[in-house]
T-cell receptor, first 118, second 110 residues
Framework: EEQLVEAGGGLVQPGGSLRLSCAAS????????MHWVRQFPGKGLEWVAL?????????PDSVKGRFIISRQNVNTSLYLQMNSLRDGDTAVYFC????FGMGAFDIWGPGTMVAVSS | QSVLAQPPSASGTPGQRVTISCSGG????????VNWYQQFPGKAPKLLIY???DRPSGVPDRFAGSKSGTSASLAISGLQSDDEAVFYC???????????FGGGTRLTVL
């Protein structure tokens, strides 16, 4: 069964850092572009980061310079290093696989909650 | 404020056909394919439609997607009570170099 499982969420103070991880199984991880997507408490979804199969990375302006996405194909894991966290980063963070290309995410993890608050 | 515009709510009775719209611009829907997701409370979104109209394995053909210009729509026929969920559209955005999402439409089966 194709599966993604996130870990590493929690409560952090503004300005703090957090590292999320995502364990993949049941599919050939190295063959797919991987992303992080977040969902704010009000329910809106926002794309956070992309890492291609070649290791190229892309971010929206809202997180560029603060977040870093990385992957380790050997242990089929995806990571998101989040620095200089702000209140507005509070959300559930999903690890997702772009299985069908063009941003079509066919595999989602259950999500991990990140709360930024003093 | 989501990049793609969706109505916040939609409703129908069992057996009816319901349509959810999604409006974007030239850099997203106008240039790329549209995907649709279904999300139940407390769960991750699930891919329902990709490439404007294709369904992943296991998605019933009661769900149909279409696109025209900078707009797209999701049609659900033979509405069932367990279709109640929030539906999101998304499309790759060439300016962002990443996907953008609609704000979501909450479907109620009356």
């Amino acid at each position: 069964e194709e599966q993604l499982v996130e870990a590493g969420g929690g409560l952090v103070q503004p300005g703090g850092s957090l590292r999320l991880s995502c364990a993949a199984s049941g599919f050939t991880f190295s063959d797919y572009d991987m992303h992080w997507v977040r969902q704010f408490p009000g329910k809106g979804l926002e794309w956070v980061a992309l890492i291609t199969t070649d290791g190229d990375t892309h971010y929206p302006d809202s997180v560029k310079g603060r977040f870093i996405i990385s992957r380790q194909n050997v242990n089929t894991s995806l990571y998101l290093q989040m620095n200089s966290l702000r209140d507005g980063d509070t959300a559930v963070y999903f690890c997702v696989c772009e299985g069908f290309g063009m941003g079509a995410f066919d595999i989602w993890g259950p999500g991990t909650m990140v709360a930024v608050s003093s | 404020q989501s990049v793609l515009a969706q109505p916040p709510s939609a409703s129908g009775t069992p057996g009816q056909r319901v349509t959810i719209s999604c409006s974007g611009g030239r850099s997203n829907i106008g240039s790329n394919t549209v995907n649709w997701y279904q999300q139940f409370p407390g769960k991750a979104p699930k891919l329902l439609i990709y490439n404007n109209h294709d369904r992943p394995s296991g998605v019933p053909d009661r769900f149909a997607g279409s696109k025209s210009g900078t707009s797209a729509s999701l049609a659900i026929s033979g509405l069932q009570s367990d279709d109640e969920a929030v539906f999101y559209c998304s499309a790759w955005d060439d300016n962002l170099n990443g996907p953008v999402f609609g704000g979501g439409t909450r479907l109620t089966v009356l």
